[in-house]
């Protein structure tokens, strides 16, 4: 029969040779008991067995997907998953938020394991053969998932228990964040910025268990764009590269390399990966003795990719990412008149979005160095925007600079005095104030 044309209930219909698999070892005589029990029962029969005896028959579904490879067999098995996933099993849902930490722990842990064995859909067909139109069902797998990732994420921000909480909510993120809609649920739920911390150099073996397996979660949400879009905005790389540079583990190195490869093709992250040096650490991180081949090509790949990235990016590119992260400092292009006299109109793009971030750090700011350079910032595009003056008027930028010539920090009271300056005189007349 073409596999397209199978369906679940053809497929659980099939008489499977369990007593051979014993004999042959592939099942114990205790799995062979079980399968027996369940197998070709009646559904509300089954139900009651997972929920007499769950945690079990999920270790032997695990053990024969990982130990057999007929594909009757592994197409039954999944039939039987995929049912499981669709009654009863919304149980262990429940154990999540109800039970106490043992429950709540071993419940993640196997809907994790179930979730991972399940059918895939691919094209519009189950791994088994079935067509993915039952909207039912799949509301149901959906309901599933979304309260396994509340609950993962209400772990990672309160744990409940102080040392096992975060570490056990990561290791069953690192296996659920293979599936798509894992991670979009995930990313609605904001559980992206509850890894960030969690990314840092460790020495133990367990703090470093934990680091691979962090690292591991923010490598599957590289490969989905809303994730990467809102970990560029955070201070995800900088915390990645510190990683890398101090980490002797082939593996937490590896994973760390491989999800910088796939953030190179944002905008946003290439320009930071130059800025932070990031070429100069793949150049050593290159004359380091690495067994794996997988890790030396992805070095090779960033380092193409990195050289790429400095070719295409523009100085306003590297500008414009300073400022959206907040992280102004007395860089060149500050006071060099040809990136402003090239790059002016840009800063009208997006409704002056620039400008209006470069206000709003006047505001939330407790960096003196960033208060100073984006006073200094509006000024020079008061001296050559031809209605700059005009245009920060408007933005309501006045006040706020007015209110800086009065702090503590001499570099910031002087160039809000210069801002304040060319606002009231103009350029012209204020030029003499310009450091």
């Known amino acids: 029969m073409d596999q397209a044309e199978l369906n679940t209930e053809q497929v659980l219909k099939r008489d499977i040779p369990w007593e051979t ?18 197998d070709n029962r009646p559904e509300s029969y089954r139900a009651q067995l997972l929920d007499d005896d769950g945690p079990a028959y999920v270790r032997v579904f695990v053990s024969i997907l990982r130990d057999i490879f007929k594909e009757e067999t592994v197409e039954y098995v999944l039939a039987l998953v ?22 709540q722990e071993k419940s993640c842990k196997i809907l994790a394991l179930i979730v991972s064995a399940r059918p895939k859909i691919q094209d519009g067909i189950i791994a088994n053969g079935e067509a993915s139109n039952s909207k039912k069902k799949f509301t149901s797998i959906d309901d ?3 309260g396994l990732v509340e609950w993962l994420c209400a772990q990672l921000k309160k744990p409940s228990h102080p040392s096992r909480g975060v570490p056990s909510a990561i290791s069953c993120l690192a296996t659920l964040l293979k599936e798509p809609m894992v991670r979009s649920s995930f990313v609605k739920a904001d559980g992206a910025k509850l890894l960030i ?49 101090s980490s002797t583990k082939e593996k937490v190195v590896r994973v760390v390399v491989l999800t910088l490869r796939n953030f190179i093709s944002n905008v946003a992250f290439g320009a930071q ?22 890790l030396l090509e992805a070095l090779n790949q960033l380092e193409e990719g990195l050289k790429d990235n400095i070719k295409k990016l523009s100085s306003f590119d590297k500008y414009k990412q300073a400022v959206l992260l907040g992280q102004l400092d007395w860089t060149p292009m500050h006071k060099d008149p040809l990136f402003w006299r090239d790059n002016i109109t840009c800063f009208e793009e997006n409704d002056f979005q620039i400008l209006r971030v470069l206000i709003t750090i006047l505001d939330t700011s407790n960096d003196p160095r960033a208060l100073a350079v984006a006073c200094f910032d509006l000024s020079q595009f008061i001296q050559y925007h031809p209605a700059g003056r005009i245009i920060v ?4 930028a006045k006040e706020r600079v007015m209110k800086l010539m009065n702090h503590e920090n001499a570099e ?16 012209k007349y204020a030029s003499f104030l310009q450091a």
């Not at 910031?412 to 350029?427: D, E, M």
């Open 197 to 245: 911390p969690l990314i840092s150099p460790a020495s133990t073996q367990q703090s470093i268990q934990l680091l691979y397996e962090t690292c591991l979660c923010v490598w599957l949400l590289s490969y989905y764009e809303p994730a990467v879009e809102y970990l560029a905005t955070t201070r995800t790389l900088p915390r990645l590269i510190e990683v890398v540079k």
């Open 412 to 427: 910031v009271t002087k160039n809000a005095l210069l801002c304040i300056q060319r606002l009231f005189l103009g350029a």
């Open 393 to 396: 008027t408007d933005l309501k």
């Open 273 to 294: 990966m130059v800025d932070l040096g990031l070429p100069q650490i793949v150049q050593s991180l290159k004359a380091q003795a690495w067994s794996d081949e997988d």
């Open 144 to 146: 599933i998932l979304q």
């Open 82 to 103: 995929d049912e499981m996933l669709t009654g009863k099993w919304k149980i262990y849902g429940l154990l999540l938020w109800k039970g106490n930490w043992f429950i």
């Open 21 to 38: 698999y014993m004999t042959t070892k592939l099942i114990s005589g205790t799995s062979l008991q079980l399968l027996r029990r369940y």
